[in-house]
């Protein structure tokens, strides 16, 4: 049984670039929610999708945008990248009657 | 909005003593979740709490939520060095957000 899978596992980045980041979620969930950590931080909430739509947003600006694909699967995409985007970015997904999360391993992201 | 606070930051123990992280909400939640990263890792699902005043375990774990649903805490009893890692608690509110504390940072000494 496949959890959740994130591509890449690494980037490094320029500031001003764009980002995207890829997440498959675990079989039998189509919730998916993104969360930015920030070293030795809680994750923050970043954006929650559903039935491919944008379900919940946290405190991030609109540089911050995402995809949900009808298989269930996610981008998070971040324009016009800053120092201070370098993070962990966690993908967790979940089943339609909200249980715990099940995360994937990161996508661990450096700008410079 | 919602605001999830942890403490301690850190905890150092030696094995076999026991720890506690407690969590408090600045508003009424309607759940909580408890989370175990360990180092270099991504947080892994340990429990939910619903209900007021709940108490579960597993092993040596034991997770309570608070009568006002605003509190909870997690005790290990006879940590071992399995356990290092940081524990966070998160919390679900009317909306579908979890909001993560900061996260206590457990190390064992053996």
């Known amino acids: 049984d496949a959890g959740v899978t994130q591509s890449p596992t690494h980037l490094i980045k320029t500031r001003g670039q764009q980002v995207t980041l890829r997440c498959s979620p675990k079989s039998g969930h189509d919730t998916v929610s993104w969360y930015q950590q920030a070293l030795g931080q809680g994750p923050q909430f970043i954006f929650q999708?559903?039935?491919?739509?944008?379900?919940q947003r946290g405190n991030f600006p609109d540089r911050f945008s995402g995809h949900q694909f009808p298989n269930y699967s996610s981008e998070l995409n971040v324009n016009a990248l800053l120092l201070g985007d370098s993070a962990l970015y966690l993908c967790a997904s979940s089943p339609r009657v909200a249980y715990g999360y099940t995360f994937g391993s990161g996508t661990r992201l450096t700008v410079v | 909005g919602q605001q999830v606070m942890q403490i301690p930051q850190y905890q150092h123990v030696q094995e076999g003593e026991d720890f506690t992280t407690y969590c408090n909400s600045s508003t009424t939640l309607s759940n909580i979740q408890w989370y175990k990263q360990r180092p270099g890792g991504h947080p892994v699902f340990l429990i939910q709490l619903v209900k007021s005043g709940e108490v579960k375990k597993q092993k040596r774990l034991t997770f309570q939520f608070g009568e006002a649903k605003k509190n909870s805490s997690l005790h290990i009893t006879a940590t071992q060095t399995t356990d290092v890692g940081t524990y966070f608690c998160?919390?679900?509110?009317?909306?579908?957000?979890?909001?993560f504390g900061k996260g206590t940072l457990l190390t064992v000494n053996p």
């Open positions: 999708y559903y039935e491919e739509e944008e379900r």
């Open positions: 998160a919390g679900g509110g009317s909306n579908y957000k979890l909001t």
